[in-house]
């Protein structure tokens, strides 16, 4: 099993941090001095306590405290991610493909959720682990069954664009119980979206995670 590491300040980051909130705005030197330590060796756990936004700096000011604790500043930092950073390649099935070819693909591609699209690229449905499921329940020939009759189709397809918030795929993945969301574009000439990308469950899973591995938290 591997270890998650959560970050926590050193004593002598929890030192700087106290004393720049009892005695802010106060320079580099004074920090050091009260410390009985050189600029040079105090310059990493400033940069840290700086970059984990604990501390803010001014010119010619100094060091003062922000006065925000780390979950809000792990709230700032989450409602900073955008789909971009966490979006997956995307696999997709052409409409006219049969349950039985959507079916393998699932297998072979090792993905839950198919986005299915029409001949000019458009996004026009999607398939679920489910919905094929459902699919071979029936009796019918599963390779002469179009996915067009058993897929989510447009327009009731929510999708999401490579600059929205990780956090609001988040939340729509929960209210609208599903397990991925296509991320797409405007096809510039006609109408319709183009599939660039997918956002599911397992990539939230990914932004946990890479959270909990920052060293800045
Ligand atoms: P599963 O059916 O394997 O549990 P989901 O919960 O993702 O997977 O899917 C539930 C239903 O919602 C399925 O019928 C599926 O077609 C549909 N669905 C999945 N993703 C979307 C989406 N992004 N937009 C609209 N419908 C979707």
Redesign the pocket.
């Known amino acids: 099993m591997k270890v998650v590491n959560t970050i926590e300040l050193t004593v002598r980051q929890q030192y700087i941090l106290d004393l720049v909130r009892d005695n802010g705005p106060i320079t580099g030197e004074q920090i050091a001095e009260s410390l009985n330590l050189t600029r040079a060796t105090l310059r990493p756990d400033l940069a840290i306590l700086t970059m984990a936004g604990f501390l803010d700096a001014r010119p010619r000011v100094g060091y003062f405290y922000t006065g925000k604790t780390g979950s809000q500043l792990l709230t700032e930092k989450v409602k900073k991610i955008t789909v971009q950073q966490y979006q997956s390649i995307p696999v997709v099935v052409d409409d006219s493909s049969s349950v039985y070819d959507a079916i393998c693909t699932m297998f072979l591609e090792d993905v ?2 198919l986005f299915v699209v029409d001949k000019h690229s458009s996004l026009t ?7 094929l ?2 699919a071979s329940l029936g009796k019918q020939q599963l390779e002469s069954m179009p996915v067009s009759i058993i ?2 189709r447009m327009p ?4 999401c664009m490579k600059d929205d918030l990780i956090i609001e795929v988040a939340n729509t993945l929960i209210t ?7 991320v797409v574009r405007k096809i510039e000439k006609g109408s319709g979206y183009e599939v660039i990308g997918r956002v599911t469950k397992t990539s939230m899973t990914k932004v946990l995670v890479d959270l909990a591995n920052d060293e800045l938290l």
């Not at 449905?125 to 919905?131: C, H, I, N, Q």
């Not at 009731?156 to 999708?159: Q, R």
């Not at 609208?176 to 296509?182: F, G, N, S, V, Y």
């Open positions: 839950g959720t449905g999607v398939l679920s682990r489910k919905d499921l459902r897929m989510t009731n397809i929510t999708m609208k119980q599903i397990d991925a969301l296509p």
